[in-house]
C-alpha cells in the first residue's frame, strides 16, 4: 500500500467530546488544522511534557505520511500567575524568565525530534485577538465585567457549558478566584476571561483594553489564537489528559458561545506516572527533560515516550528506560548492520517506500503504536535471519526489511539512519568511538600478522574491559558494544 493511496477515510481517533473512536474526515480533505496546547513556560520542561509533545507529532507524522497537509499550531503561555510568582523566587523579571523556560522546551523538542509547529504562536502577542473575542462574548450576552479590567465568562448562560466533559453545571467546583472576586462574580463557576492587575505585579504584566487594564485568562488566549490561525472551525484540539477540565470544557465554551464552531475532534494524551501518581512539579516528582538526557540519549527517552499507546498511562520506572535502550539498541544495531551488508538508502527512498499492511492498519486504529511496533519486530527478526544467511539472495531480503523498518520508523521518528538520529546524539559519539576502535583493530591485527600475540591479547581485553566485543571471521574482525547488565 502505498503512502499516496491511504489519503481516504482509513484513520479512526478517540474523540474525548463523543468518548468514542470516529471515523476521521477533516473539513477539507487532505488539509488538517490541529491546534495543540504546548508549554506554560512557568519552570523547565519535565517528561511528562514531552509525553505530550511526542504522541501529537506521531500524530502529525502519520497523516503527512498518508498524503495530509497538516497546520499545527502549538501555543506558548508565556503570561499567568505561575509565572509571574516564580520568576520572583528567580530573581527574573517575569518575561526573561519565561523566555528561559521557553528556550528550554524548544530544547527538549528539538532533542527529541518533535517536528516544529507550522506557528508556535506567544500569548502575549494576541491582546489584540482576545480583546475582540471578549468583546463579541459580552455583546451577545455570555460575558460581563465588574469592575475596570475584571471579565468574566457567564456559564449559565451557555447551555451546553460542561459537555466535553460529560458534567452537570451543579456538580462543578467554583473556578479559583479570591474572596473578592467571588463575591462580585454572577456564579461562583465562571470564569476569568480578562483580570484587573494584582497589588506588586509589575505594571509590564497587564494590557490596557476597552475593559481596563490587565491581562488575559488562560483560557482566553488558546481560543483567540485558535480562531487566529485556523479560522472559527477547525479539525482536532488536542492536549494532555490533564487540560480536559477546566481549560478545555472552558475553551470549548466561550468559542462555540461566541459562535464559532471551534474543534471537530478532542484528543487527550495520558500521564506519565511515578508510583501511580500524575507527574508534575506540584507533587515532587518531575523528572526533568535536561536530567534524564544526562544518562539517557533522546532517541532512548523518544522511544520510551511513544511506545505507548497515546491513551494509555505511562509508569516511568528504571525498567521504562532499560527496556527501551536495549529495544534501540537491536534496531538501530540491526540498521548499521544491514547498511553496511547491502548499502546506506536514501531517505527519499525510505519515505516513498510501501508500508506493510499491518502496520498501516495499527496506525490506523487510533494510533496503536504498540501494535504497530510489533510490525516492525516481526521485519526485524526476518531482518536479522537474513543477515546470519550470507548467500548472494539473502541481500535483497535484508535490504527489503531495511527499507521497511526505517519506513515504519520514520512514522514514529525513530529512523536510526534518518537526520535527527545520524547527525546528533548517539552517533556521534559512535563514529568518534568507531575511529578509535577501528585504529585499535588495526595495530592488534599488525600484532597478530607479526605473531606477538601477547600485544594482540592485550588489546582485545582492554576493549572488552570497555564494554566492546571483538568477533574474528573470514572477513576480518568486527567490534560491537556489549549488552547492558540486566537487558
Sequence with gaps: MHPGNLAGVSLRL??????????????????????????????????????????????????????????LIRNVTDIDDKILAKSVDAGEPWWAWAAINERAFTAAYD????????YEPRATGHVPDMV?????????????????????????????????????????????????????????????????????????????????????????????????????????????????????ENEQAQSRAAGDGFAQYWLHSAWVTQGGAKMSKSLGNGLLVREVLST???????????????????????????????????????????????????????????????????????LNVPAALAVVHEHLRAGNSALADRSPAADTVARHHLVSI????????????????????????RHALDAVVTAELDARAQARAARDFATSDAIRDRLAAAGVVVEDSSDGARWSLAARQGT
Design 14 to 71: 478517540f474523540d474525548t467530546a463523543t468518548r468514542d473512536v470516529r471515523d476521521f474526515i477533516p473539513q477539507n480533505q487532505g488539509e488538517v488544522g490541529i491546534y495543540l496546547c504546548g508549554a506554560t513556560v512557568q519552570s523547565a520542561p519535565h517528561i511528562g511534557h514531552m509525553r505530550s509533545a511526542v504522541a501529537f507529532d506521531v500524530l502529525v507524522r502519520w497523516l503527512r505520511r498518508t498524503g495530509s497537509r497538516v497546520t
Design 132 to 248: 475582540e473575542l471578549m468583546q463579541r462574548l459580552v455583546d451577545s450576552g455570555h460575558a460581563y465585567t465588574t469592575g475596570p479590567g475584571d471579565v468574566w465568562f457567564d456559564v449559565r448562560s451557555w447551555a451546553d457549558y460542561g459537555s466535553l466533559t460529560n458534567q452537570r453545571l451543579e456538580d462543578l467546583a467554583p473556578a479559583p478566584a479570591d474572596p473578592v472576586e467571588d463575591s462580585l462574580k454572577r456564579d461562583p463557576r465562571d470564569f476569568a476571561l480578562w483580570k484587573a492587575p494584582k497589588p506588586g505585579e509589575p505594571a509590564t504584566a497587564s494590557w490596557d483594553t476597552p475593559f481596563g487594564r490587565g491581562r488575559p485568562g488562560w483560557h482566553l488566549e488558546c481560543s483567540a489564537m485558535a480562531h487566529r490561525y485556523l479560522g472559527s472551525t477547525f479539525d482536532i484540539h488536542g492536549g494532555g489528559l490533564d487540560l480536559r477540565f477546566p481549560h478545555h
Design 406 to 429: 526505517r519506513a515504519m520508523l520514520d512514522v514514529l521518528g525513530l529512523d536510526p539512519a534518518g537526520e535527527q538520529w545520524a547527525d546528533a546524539g548517539d552517533t556521534r559519539y
Design 111 to 118: 532533542a527529541l525530534g518533535v517536528t516544529p509547529p507550522t
Design 296 to 366: 539517557t540519549s533522546p532517541a532512548v527517552l523518544r522511544y520510551a515516550l511513544a511506545a505507548v499507546q497515546y491513551r494509555s498511562m505511562l509508569e516511568w520506572t528504571q525498567d521504562t528506560v532499560t527496556e527501551a535502550e536495549a529495544t534501540w539498541e537491536r534496531l538501530s544495531g540491526f540498521v548499521q548492520r544491514a547498511s553496511e551488508r547491502v548499502g546506506e538508502v536514501d531517505v527519499a527512498d525510505v519515505r516513498e517506500a510501501e508500508l506493510p499492511t499491518a502496520f498501516v492498519t495499527a496506525m490506523d486504529d487510533d
